[in-house]
């Protein structure tokens, strides 16, 4: 297996065959363990001052005929469940969406009421896309990803469209409730 997951040969031009199943197996999250390393820079990522390692979390895989084209990885607490990646390898497809989907359905039926995340404030593209489906932005960690840069320094400085990256935005969603709030 490459050390990175390759994305420029992916070609996706319908969700309708994708398959939404659980990470089971060690071959599963040594994919995983890749793509962390090749779209997160390492094995762990840092969120609120917490340390994450992909092999200790539970995850989803969007497959079509045994391929994988993303992934969505969460930790679960008693009433509460964060997502700590979210990772659609042809975008704009509704990958993302699915597995969103997935996490949100498995909650529901855990008896979980709130799902959150946290993005970074340059992440425009994750801030458009969790609120279109319903996440609100609840808490703002200012200098938060400042101080994760001490811890794991491969975090850059300046995100994808040139901003930079100091702070951390959390977002979330009530579930089972009709307002949410």
């Not at 045994?66 to 992934?71: E, L, R």
């Not at 811890?151 to 300046?158: H, R």
Request: aromatic letters at 12%; hydrophobic letters at 40%.
């Amino acid at each position: 297996m490459d050390k990175s997951v390759r994305t420029e040969n992916i070609h996706v031009t319908s969700t309708k065959n994708v398959v939404i199943r659980w990470a089971s197996s060690p071959r599963d999250y040594k994919w995983l363990q890749s793509l962390w390393v090749s779209r997160w820079g390492g094995e762990t990522m840092v969120s609120h001052g917490q340390f994450f390692k992909v092999t200790e979390l539970k995850a989803f895989l969007a497959t079509d005929q045994g391929k994988i084209f993303g992934a969505l990885t969460f930790s679960a607490n008693p009433g509460q469940s964060e997502c700590v990646s979210l990772d659609a390898l042809a975008p704009r497809m509704g990958i993302g969406t699915a597995l969103l989907n997935a996490w949100e359905s498995w909650a529901r039926h855990q008896e979980i009421e709130r799902l959150w995340l946290i993005t970074s404030n340059d992440n425009l593209n994750a801030l458009r896309f969790y609120q279109k489906r319903g996440f609100r932005l609840c808490r703002f960690y200012p200098g938060a990803v400042d101080a994760a840069r001490l811890q794991k320094p491969e975090i850059p400085l300046l995100g994808e469209t040139g901003i930079p990256i100091h702070d951390e935005i959390e977002l979330e969603k009530w579930i089972g409730t009709e307002s949410g709030y």
